[in-house]
């Protein structure tokens, strides 16, 4: 019988459904009995949407990044209307 | 959405692009603005992401109309953002290690040590990501405690959970091993998870 321990262990694995055959099916069986581990289970999702949201949050690019951006992209297709400069 | 017409609409996005169309450019940078920085942060740092996001998208405006499509252009972009930080970083002459310490589950204080839970998990009050992302509290102390990770866990925790890449591009982006790679990221979860946990029975970070 698998442990707690390994079960958690190989949690990431199981909840992106990455393992197949017995692997899966000992660690589905072992959730089916277990509390304790069915919650670590479930705060791991929880934990992974959060990040997920927290990441959505996380980055925009600022206002002088946009405009060398408009620039540079400007310039370029300039010397992209002209060929051979 | 189909992958025909997701074609369709890169095709379009192709062309508007070389057709030198301000806002279509505009977009398109804002869109997949954080899914590039986060590679080039993971690879290079912050001080210099911005710098090789932008020269990353001269040398994607210089390839594209050779882009032949055999990949998806999103994932062509983050390789091709993951190859300039990477030169950029040999031109710094740094390296990063992305190899998994061994950090060993066989100690880990939480299991007793014939294998079951010594100090299980309570249940959270708050069971959902917005409830507790509500908190901001937690969100400035689950930013703290993610850049106290090892580079190498930080990075792959950023690419697949806070920028949604999937494992066989981080894999191939950052030259690791799936069975490395997945390591880490479980090393990384875990240690999220317990920062929340903590927080939800202490209120604190």
Redesign the interface.
């Known amino acids: 019988m698998l ?4 079960l ?6 199981y909840v ?1 459904g ?1 393992l197949t055959g017995w692997s899966k099916w000992s660690l589905k069986l072992h959730l089916f009995i277990c509390r ?2 069915s ?2 289970v ?3 999702r ?11 949050g ?5 206002r002088e ?2 405009a ?3 620039q ?3 310039d ?2 300039v010397a ?1 209307d002209q060929p051979g400069s | 959405m189909t992958t025909n017409q997701q074609t369709a609409e890169e095709k379009q996005l192709i062309a508007r692009l070389l057709a ?1 169309d ?1 806002a279509a ?2 977009q398109v ?2 869109e997949y ?2 899914s590039m ?2 590679v080039a942060a993971a690879i290079i740092g912050h001080a210099l992401a ?1 710098e090789v ?2 020269e990353a ?2 040398s994607v ?1 210089g390839a594209l109309p050779r882009f032949e499509g055999r990949s998806k252009l999103k994932s062509w972009i983050i390789r091709i953002v993951a190859n300039e930080a990477k030169s950029r970083l040999r031109k710094e002459s740094r390296s990063v290690s992305l190899e998994a310490i061994n950090e060993s ?2 100690t ?1 204080p ?2 007793a040590p ?4 010594h100090t ?2 309570p ?2 009050e708050s ?4 409830d ?2 509500a908190a901001e509290q937690l ?1 400035d102390c ?2 703290m405690r993610m850049a106290e990770l090892p580079d190498n866990q930080k990075t792959i ?2 690419l697949r ?4 890449l999937e ?1 066989a591009e981080i894999c191939n982006i950052l030259e690791v091993s799936s069975s490395n790679a ?1 390591v880490l ?2 090393r990384a ?2 240690k ?2 317990r920062v ?2 903590k927080f939800q029975r202490l209120g604190e970070c």
């Open positions: 442990s707690c321990r390994e958690v262990r190989h949690s990431s694995e992106e990455e304790r581990c919650r670590y479930r705060h791991l929880t934990t992974i949407d959060a990040l997920a949201m927290l990441g959505r996380q980055t925009e690019p600022s990044f946009m060398r951006m408009q540079r992209y400007r370029w297709a992209h | 030198r301000d450019f505009e940078v804002r603005y954080p920085y986060a911005d996001v932008q998208w001269f405006l589950w066989a880990d939480r299991f014939a294998g079951h839970w299980p998990l249940n959270w069971d959902t990501p917005a507790l992302l969100r689950l930013k925790l950023n959970d806070m920028s949604g494992m997945r990221l479980h979860r875990d999220m998870l929340i946990d």
